[in-house]
């Protein structure tokens, strides 16, 4: 299974830069990177915490492929 990520647009409607995105969810620049890039599967936990930064649900945030 794959997943597609509406980080970057997300980031861009608050003006976050993916380190200010990082800090407020408590993990390095590199795990958002990863994350937009598909390349990392967060831990629900993680999903839930980057979801609530950019005021949104899960389910908008990711799309999952199978």
């Not at 003006?15 to 407020?24: F, G, H």
């Not at 994350?35 to 629900?44: D, M, T, V, W």
Request: glycine share 4%.
């Amino acid at each position: 299974m794959t997943f597609k990520t509406r980080m970057k647009e997300l980031r861009a409607r608050y003006d976050l830069t993916q380190e200010d995105l990082a800090r407020k969810v408590g993990v390095r620049r590199e795990t958002i990177l990863y994350l937009e890039r598909g390349k990392y599967n967060p831990s629900l936990k993680l999903a839930h915490d980057v979801a609530k930064a950019l005021k949104t649900t899960i389910d908008d945030l990711f799309i999952f492929e199978e």
